[in-house]
């Protein structure tokens, strides 16, 4: 038996897991359930040595078994397949599978097929694994977390990018595994479909803890889909934006049956002025790009994207509409972005308060033209101040905490009129304080509409007057006003995952 | 299906074996004499310490790094077996020039694992300690190694001793790829991916840096046996060479991919592409460049095959 006692783990100010204990027994398929962010992976990344963990302890039938690297997990047989995966790109599928199972290539070379073609996965197992699709690299990554033949197996999201056929004949192998040797499975998964059917025991986690743990055949899926969200604790409303949505307002941004290159297909979608628009769905279902499309970065493969903006010095009346095949400078004069993650999408973190503040400035200005050092300097100080952030404007921007990082990036939409906002989960591993300065920018942002994707759906709740759920691509509900709570939320996600399936 | 995979693992390294081959047959075209093995011999005993630089140049490569010290590491163990050589005799004055090398090696890989810090950066400064050694032990060029070159020069089933040593060197890679040749691959393909299998990269590091200074000692004393004398600025001029040889042999410098056979050969090509510009009686002073100029023609036709057979392989 597999135990998992009071596991903590922080990153940072980011609390990923406050409070997580777990047990897994031989021979028997344990789920991992919990909404996006509430600390499952953590866990996973725990228990396969990946991540040391702050506090906690992991024990083998009761004696305390130190997990501080992936080569002492392998010591104790824990494999894990990793949901962002464990395989080398530059080499081929056998050599993959022979370095993780310490086998020569050749041994590896005579059962690699055979175990890849009864997952449905046909494809040339010398190639090097870059050249592979995401289905065959979920199998590979599979098949060789299998091969290594474990006590502890780990399947962290796998089934993700699997069809129906695939997933029954995954686990299957999995069964079979289990009645030559007694190993422990732990499965980590969004859809409860594949909780219910598969799984003998579910732990749900919700926030950074484990509250609670059920045998499967206890549970029906809308229980299920009730614990993970949460709403037995609360009355599952929270105040959404307070103000009434702009009905009369004039559109500033539509979609109009656009499809991108990956997920996203047709998808219609408009933001008035003044208005507030949320994305929400589970992970990975087109979320990050719709945003990408919005925010005019790609070009949709269909369909026709539309932002309007009103003519430079006209009044009301006279409107420009800007489409994506316009200047870049035009486009980064109309459109704002701001992204969560601010190491790669936000911040120069070397970079002066100045510089990150005017970063999008300078470049609408064009390479050779003239920037007063003394009114940029004078504007980055009249910024701060409203945006309550003690600094000086030459300050760099990586001696400022997460939050307050994110407030001066949020001060680069201050500096423009832009008649369209794409936020891509603005506050990520913001705090409480900062978050809360965040929200009120974006409700004060008259001038235009917002779109907005968050992984915190009482963000979305709060702050928006709309929400659009996604699901493979697809926008699947919308609610707005007294219907946007956490549990319709909730369920629109989970629901439609269960619903998926069912009609595949 | 089978041999598309085979092919594409290969077809990386041949631009290095076609372009030796054309080279020769260009030198016979030109010079109008027929290849023979004293040619050969020749350019293997002339293309030897650059071939052997290549060596530990390209493991370093695959597993996902680079090694400037290569050159520095070169000079200071030509001057060490040079000035070692009349007190000590030629294999003690070898055996510590080769310890000299490992160490420095070590060295390398210490600072860039423990030190974190970069390889491009911690190898030239080893660089830079190691000809300044070399310099403050010889500021003249000079000394002789007469009782070495015998050796070398000898001849074994009709190849040259050079042409056996490199043998030796392959086959040993070839085991070393047996054994640690997956770890090597792997952290040079994605280092968290690998240490998510459970292979102690750091290891893996300081053994690929380590073997490299003990390779470029090697080299060094494959250019003191050709130069039979000691200059403590030698090795530089085979640093850069050395990596052009890696990537036009198919070794990809991002690392994780290709092998060392084809760089080995490419590190010949470029020796024989001095021969051919120097027997078509280009003046001295374009040599250079003209040289220069078939190493970049060859690296594009390179880029070009390799995408062509990964476009085989994705049909």
């Not at chain 1, 409070?19 to 027994?25: E, G, I, K, V």
């Not at chain 2, 163990?77 to 310890?99: D, E, K, R, S």
Request: hydrophobic share 45%; with cysteine.
């Amino acid at each position: 038996m597999l135990e998992v006692r009071n596991l903590a783990k922080t990153y940072g100010a980011v609390v990923a897991v406050q409070d997580a204990s777990l047990a897994l027994t031989p021979g028997e398929i344990h789920a991992l359930v919990g909404a996006n962010g509430s600390g499952k992976s953590t866990v996973i990344k725990v228990l396969s040595g990946v991540v040391r963990p702050d506090r906690g302890s992991i024990r083998w039938n009761g004696a305390v078994i130190n997990v501080a690297s992936p080569r002492d997990a392998r010591r104790h047989g824990i494999a894990t397949a990793f949901q962002d995966f464990s395989l080398i790109p530059t080499l081929s599928s056998v050599e993959n599978c022979a370095l993780a199972t310490r086998q020569p290539a050749k041994v590896v070379a005579r059962w690699l097929d055979e175990a890849l073609d009864g997952l449905g996965a046909r494809f040339d197992v010398w190639a090097p694994v870059e050249t592979l699709t995401v289905n065959h690299r979920m199998v590979l990554e599979f098949v060789k977390a299998l091969a290594q033949n474990p006590q502890v197996l780990i399947l962290d999201e796998i089934t993700a990018a699997l069809d129906q056929e695939q997933v029954d004949c995954l686990f299957g192998r999995v069964r079979e595994q289990m009645s030559r040797r007694p190993v422990a499975v732990l499965v980590v998964t969004h859809r409860l479909s594949e909780v219910l059917q598969y799984c003998d025991r579910v732990t749900v986690m919700r926030d950074g803890r484990t509250v609670s743990e059920h045998p499967v055949t206890e549970l029906s899926r809308t229980r299920l889909a009730e614990l993970i969200v949460g709403e037995a604790e609360g009355s599952g409303s929270m105040d959404h934006a307070g103000t009434a949505p702009p009905v009369g307002e004039p559109h500033v941004a539509e979609l109009v049956q656009v499809s991108g290159r990956h997920r996203v297909s047709d998808v219609t979608l408009a933001v008035r002025r003044q208005e507030v628009v949320g994305v929400s769905g589970l992970q990975g279902q087109g979320q990050d790009e719709l945003l990408s499309l919005a925010a005019l970065f790609d070009h949709p493969k269909k369909g026709e994207i539309r932002i309007h903006r009103r003519a430079e010095g006209e009044s009301e009346g006279g409107r420009r509409t800007i489409v994506p095949r316009v200047s870049q400078r035009e486009i980064a004069r109309t459109v704002g972005y701001v992204s969560g993650d601010r190491a790669h999408r936000g911040v120069f973190y070397r970079r002066s308060l100045t510089d990150n503040l005017f970063a999008q400035a300078y470049a609408m200005q064009g390479m050779f033209s003239w920037i007063s050092l003394s009114r940029i300097t004078r504007q980055t100080r009249e910024i701060l101040e409203r945006l309550h952030i003690q600094g000086h404007p030459e300050q760099r921007i990586e001696t400022l905490s997460g939050g307050n990082q994110q407030r001066v990036i949020f001060g680069r939409l201050l500096l423009n009129p832009f008649t369209f906002v794409v936020l891509d989960d603005p506050t990520l591993g913001v705090d409480i304080h900062s978050r809360r300065a965040i929200h009120q920018l974006i409700r004060a942002h008259r001038e235009g509409g917002t779109l907005v994707y968050s992984s915190d759906n009482d963000e979305l709740i709060e702050l928006c007057h709309r929400v659009a759920v996604m699901f493979e691509g697809r926008i699947v509900e919308e609610f707005t006003d007294h219907e946007l709570t956490t549990s319709t939320l909730g369920h629109a996600m989970l629901g439609r995952t269960v619903q998926g399936r069912e009609t595949r | 299906m089978k041999w598309r995979g085979w092919l594409s693992r290969w077809v990386p390294g041949f631009p290095g074996i076609i372009l030796i081959v054309v080279l020769l047959t260009v030198n016979i075209i030109l010079s109008g004499t027929m290849i023979s093995l004293g040619s050969i011999n020749d350019l293997v005993q002339v293309g030897m310490p650059l071939a052997v630089a290549t060596l530990g140049q390209g493991l370093v490569i695959i597993q996902g790094g680079i090694d400037l010290s290569i050159g520095g590491i070169m000079s200071l163990a030509n001057v060490l077996i040079v000035v070692l050589l009349p007190t000590l005799g030629f294999w003690p004055a070898l055996l510590v020039a080769m310890a000299t090398s490992v160490v420095a090696g070590l060295i390398n890989g210490v600072v860039i694992v423990y030190g974190r810090v970069q390889p491009l950066v911690a190898t030239l400064a080893m660089s830079f300690v190691a000809s300044g050694v070399a310099l403050s032990l010889l500021p003249q060029p000079g000394g002789s190694v007469a009782t070495g070159v015998g050796v070398y020069m000898g001849t074994f089933l009709g190849f040259s001793t050079g042409i056996w040593v490199l043998v030796v060197l392959l086959l040993l890679w070839l085991v070393v790829k047996r054994f640690f040749g997956l770890a090597i691959y792997a952290t040079g393909g994605q280092e968290h991916a690998a240490q998510r299998n459970a292979v102690n990269v750091n290891r893996v590091h300081l053994w690929a840096y380590t073997l490299s200074g003990l390779i470029a000692g090697l080299a060094g004393l494959a250019v003191t046996l050709e130069i039979a004398s000691g200059d403590a600025s030698i090795g530089a001029s085979y640093v850069l060479p050395s990596v052009a040889a890696v990537v036009l042999g198919g070794t990809s410098l991002a690392g994780g991919s290709g092998g060392l056979v084809g760089p080995v050969m490419a590190a010949f090509a470029l020796t024989e592409v001095s021969n051919v510009v120097f027997s078509t009686g280009v003046s001295s002073y374009y040599q250079t460049i003209v040289s220069s100029a078939v190493v970049i023609l060859g690296l594009a036709v390179a880029n070009i095959v390799k995408r062509r057979s990964s476009l085989l392989r994705q049909s």
